[in-house]
């Protein structure tokens, strides 16, 4: 080991824990059984995610019972005649708006499924509570298989997981992450808890006190707070208290405009140049929407606009959402690994390959007439996922598996993805991709501050967060084997309705996020720490000079070191322990 460089140690490392976790080692009879374990977890796993990503509930309401939804929501939507069948639809389209004919018939309905494109919408705006609570039951209810297979799926890890020496399931995952054990995950997320739960009080108090207030205004009985109410008051607390209407942001935020400057910011960053490459001979996409970029070093001169001469690997944008595709708010796909073959003759350098990285969005599609708007959380989304694929292809691994965000410690995947959500919450980088989407105009100074502060706040997001990180932590670090799922998740997340479990449409506590749920807070933090110590002391936060070092020291070493490692040397902060190993 000693005669290997530092990233051949590395891959070796890895292997190793690899190999460990698939029974090197274990006799044939242990080993019969784990490869048995792994295939019943395997199909429970892809039944889990197949069922949260191919049923879409269909529901029917009147406009009267969209009430709050603006005139864009309405526009092209199929309507059906039936009021009482949820399984009639039209293939007739509607374009009236809220105050047009859906009111002046009341057979009428339009067709509002449970895919995050019409439910976000529709729990953050609809003002009868009776629209939310139908939509989040359905939503939250459309998989009643997946509760079951939860269930079986945590009893089997956990005695693979005994197989292979393990006490639990997160020993086990967690060995080769930057927390490294579950004691430190659970001293972590108390430590989130105590700092957020004050702030979290507070916020969910005045979310009560406003809904009591329309309740009294509207002369109508208060039976309570429930969850279907959290967003649109959550919405709600947003305009009144600070002073931020999204509808009115949406108009700052046109989708073209949106996509063309935040890839400009990080192309900038980076010394990149996207090249589009669609209509190029060989060039080919899985649908008509996507968009095709070759991705370039910036020129030599950084002027001219032109690519440079090293090609750096291919981008995949899939931007618009669609029925059958499979993205919930966004997901980026390791498509082509990049690494470098062996030389032709000893001592050579190898031949690279090159990277490709697909992003996957459900953003609304612009129509022949109509402009798309965003949201700002849609814009994150975006900004987010984007990070993911520059962590692809950026990096420089010499191996496959150390590259990308495939090659980097589990708990520090989110990190540059949260590290660029943060920058662009910054005021002085909203200002750049923020204008009117018909006048051009700027987004007022007023506005636009407000809507940065708010959203640096994010306490509702840190709540739900750490509640589902503190549910995966209890049902798979448990040594329980008769674990009730179900009853777990009251207990650790009150206050929803008898026999509904938001945790039956969370893919990631059944796929490679499993007992890693943990990692969006802890990568939270570390991106925070980046943001504050380098990225807000340069006098350009988004500028080529301090891209420059986020890629070169993050983004570009990804796997062929410890995160650890990667971070102190980007912050500046070598500990001890580095000192020594450079001295």
């Known amino acids: 080991m000693n005669a290997l460089s530092r990233e051949d140690r590395q891959l070796v490392e ?3 824990i690899r190999f460990a976790k698939y029974g090197a080692g ?17 199909s429970r796993v892809e039944r889990f995610c197949h069922n949260i990503r191919s049923t879409t509930v269909e529901l029917m309401f009147s406009q009267g019972e969209l009430d709050g939804l603006p005139e864009s929501f309405f526009k092209n939507r199929r309507t059906a005649k039936s009021a009482n069948s949820a399984n009639s639809s039209s293939s007739s389209s509607s374009s009236s708006s809220s105050s047009g004919g859906g009111m002046d018939d009341p057979q009428l309905k339009y067709v509002v499924t449970t895919s995050i494109i019409d439910y976000t919408p529709v729990m953050k705006l609809a003002t009868r509570e009776e629209t939310r609570q139908k939509m989040y039951t359905a939503y939250v209810g459309r998989c009643p298989e997946n509760m079951q297979l939860l269930q079986e799926t945590a009893r089997l890890r956990l005695q693979a997981s005994r197989i292979l020496g393990f006490s639990n399931f997160s020993e ?3 060995q080769d992450t930057m927390a490294r054990s579950p004691d430190t995950v659970a001293a972590f997320l108390a430590k989130v808890e105590h700092r957020i739960s004050g702030a979290a009080q507070i916020a969910s108090d ?4 406003l809904k009591m207030q329309d309740m009294e205004a509207s002369n109508r009985p208060f039976h309570g ?8 008051y959550t919405n709600r607390m947003m305009q009144t208290k600070h002073g931020v209407d999204s509808e009115v942001v949406r108009k700052y935020l046109p989708l073209q405009q949106v996509v063309d400057r935040v890839l400009d910011i990080y192309e900038t960053m980076l010394g990149l140049r996207l090249v589009c490459s669609q209509k190029k001979a060989g060039s080919s996409v899985w649908h008509p929407d996507v968009e ?23 981008l995949y944008l899939d931007l618009y959402f669609r029925d059958d595709k499979p993205t919930g708010s966004g997901s980026t796909f390791h498509i082509r690994p990049g690494f470098e073959s062996k030389g032709a003759a000893a001592g050579q350098p190898g031949r690279r390959s090159y990277p490709a990285a697909a992003v996957l969005v459900d953003l609304p599609k612009p129509g022949a007439d109509t402009v798309a708007l965003l949201s700002f959380s849609q814009v994150k989304a975006l900004v987010h996922e984007l990070g993911h694929a520059f962590h692809i292809l950026c990096s420089r691994a010499k191996w496959s598996l150390l590259q990308g965000t495939g090659g980097v410690e589990q708990d520090f995947v989110e990190v540059p993805s949260l590290m660029m959500e943060h920058l662009f919450m910054q005021p002085a980088v909203l200002r750049r991709l923020a204008s009117h989407y018909t006048t051009g105009a700027p987004m007022p100074e007023d506005l636009l501050r407000r809507v940065c502060s708010y959203e640096q706040q994010d306490g509702a997001n840190c709540r739900e967060l750490l509640l589902t990180a503190r549910y995966d932590m209890a049902i798979h670090s448990t040594a329980d084997d008769q674990i009730d799922c179900c009853k777990l998740y009251e207990q650790i997340v009150p206050g929803r309705p008898p026999g509904l479990h938001d945790a039956a449409v969370i893919d ?15 990568s939270s933090v570390i991106a925070l720490k980046m943001l504050r110590t380098r990225f807000l002391a340069e006098a350009d936060c988004v500028g080529a000079r301090i891209g420059a070092e986020f ?20 912050l500046r902060n070598p500990s001890r322990e580095l000192e020594k190993k450079e001295s």
């Open 14 to 16: 890895k292997l190793m």
């Open 26 to 42: 274990l006799n044939n009879a242990q080993h019969a059984e784990l490869v048995s374990l792994g295939a019943q977890i395997n």
């Open 172 to 174: 086990l995952v967690l």
């Open 206 to 209: 005045g979310l009560v006190a």
């Open 225 to 232: 707070f429930h969850e279907w109410d959290r967003t649109y």
């Open 292 to 314: 095709l970029y070759e991705v370039w070093e910036a020129a030599a001169d950084g002027v001219s606009g032109e690519p440079g001469l090293e090609f750096v690997g291919h």
């Open 508 to 522: 990631h506590l059944m796929d490679s996020y499993s007992s890693m749920y943990y990692s969006y807070l802890w």
């Open 551 to 570: 890629r070169r020291e993050i983004l570009q070493q990804s796997g062929t070191r410890r995160a650890q490692e990667s971070l102190e040397r980007f």
